[in-house]
């Protein structure tokens, strides 16, 4: 039988409740992890004056180096805009025969340019580079888009089964703190009966050296411990036993 390793990381331990959120999870990661590699290829319209130094610390060259994104802004124009097989080829301007032949020699010779036009500029060398990160880089962003509604629709799914499987466990905690809040209030009246009883005897409470019990509430109207156990019976984490009914005889402060 083959042994089963325990998940490493936190996607693994997600994967084993939810395939697909998973799936999703790194889709998202490796998708934005290749947008930001896209990004720093661009460079943005960016330029870094370069010093190149030599092992002397001499200066070798200098000058500014412009990122592919500024390169493309500088060497932008309709023709690199316009599709190849969609720009007009150049034609030679060819007079009307009729009109020459009336103008004779008014007219002066057509000009090379218009005899023999120039060819399209060369499209600028890195264009196809350029455009290729571009259109992927604007399809991953759609895509992000998209995965982020999935994300989230299985964050939730994913969110209420893991809950679901750990309930019981955190009921367990919730059942520990419940009881070692009752000892506290149980133990805190017994305090407060043990100095009041002294006070009634004429004894000055500063010699014995009061704890402060005041940051615990009023037991007697409800108090931090009383509303804590009283929120794990209503939420259903502990049985419904009886909550606890501390009766002090006057205010936690008389016996600061």
């Not at 020459?100 to 500029?121: A, F, K, R, T, Y």
């Not at 196809?128 to 299985?154: F, G, P, T, V």
């Not at 009921?171 to 100095?195: C, F, K, T, W």
């Not at 005041?214 to 984490?237: K, T």
Request: with cysteine; charged share 25%.
């Amino acid at each position: 039988m083959a042994k089963q390793t325990k998940p490493t990381t936190q996607l693994d331990r997600i994967r084993e409740v939810s395939p697909r959120y998973a799936d999703l999870l790194e889709a998202c990661e490796k998708y934005t992890a290749r947008f930001d590699e896209i990004k720093r290829e661009v460079g943005g319209n960016a330029s870094t004056w370069l010093t190149q130094l030599d092992s002397a610390n001499n200066i070798v060259s200098q000058g500014w180096e412009e990122s592919l994104g500024a390169r493309a802004v500088r060497n932008r124009s309709w023709v690199d805009e316009t599709p190849r097989q969609n720009q007009p080829k150049p034609r030679p301007v060819v007079r009307h025969a009729g009109a020459v032949e009336l103008l004779g020699d008014l007219l002066p010779p057509q000009p090379d340019s218009e005899v023999n036009p120039p060819p399209l500029p060369q499209a600028w060398p890195e264009r196809d580079r350029y455009q290729s990160l571009a259109a992927e880089q604007e399809s991953i962003n759609e895509a992000l888009k998209l995965l982020s509604i999935e994300i989230e629709h299985e964050r939730k799914s994913y969110s209420k089964q893991v809950a679901e499987q750990r309930l019981a466990a955190y009921s367990e905690r919730v059942e520990r703190a419940v009881d070692a809040a009752r000892s506290l209030g149980d133990a805190i009246v017994e305090i407060y009966a043990y100095l009041n009883q002294a006070r009634f005897d004429g004894v000055e409470l500063r010699h014995f050296k009061p704890v402060n019990l005041e940051q615990f509430g009023d037991l007697r109207g409800g108090s931090p411990l009383y509303e804590m156990i009283a929120n794990a019976v209503q939420n259903g984490h502990v049985g419904g036993g009886k909550l606890p009914s501390w009766k002090v005889p006057g205010p936690l402060a008389l016996l600061n």
